[in-house]
Nanobody
Framework: QVQLVESGGGLVQAGGSLRLSCAAS????????MGWFRQAPGKEREFVAT????????RYTDSVKGRFTISRDNAKNTMYLQMNSLKPEDTAVYYC????????????????????WGQGTQVTVSS
């Protein structure tokens, strides 16, 4: 069992930066592949980034490549999403998620691959 708590969302001007954190409470000694998704009003929840259990492998949706960086600190049971050069179209509720098992990075670009989800944190980028 995993509990995920997100923080770091807020209001930022276009071109600014924000770092989201996701604190994980694990009920086992295992680590999990994790990811970030976002959902804008009237749109479906979409993939943003994923990271392997070790942090050695990452994958991003094309629209955030070069601007967002996903990372994790397993000693602190925390995952991060550093968001730079933010755009108004980045405005959404951001959710962290944890998966189980072992699969390819492509598998973890799908929301159905994650059984554990956080409550979400609002990110608003003003123009």
């Amino acid at each position: 069992q995993v509990q995920l708590v997100e923080s770091g969302g807020g209001l930022v001007q276009a071109g600014g930066s924000l770092r989201l954190s996701c604190a994980a409470s694990y009920r086992t000694y295992n680590y999990y592949p994790m990811g970030w998704f976002r959902q804008a009003p009237g749109k479906e929840r979409e993939f943003v980034a994923t990271i392997s259990w070790s942090g050695d492998s990452t994958r991003y949706t094309d629209s955030v490549k070069g601007r967002f960086t996903i990372s994790r600190d397993n000693a602190k049971n925390t995952m991060y999403l550093q968001m730079n050069s933010l755009k108004p179209e980045d405005t959404a509720v951001y959710y962290c998620a944890a998966g189980v098992g072992s699969s390819s990075s492509a598998y973890y670009t799908f929301k159905g691959s994650y059984p554990y989800w956080g409550q979400g944190t609002q990110v608003t980028v003003s123009s």
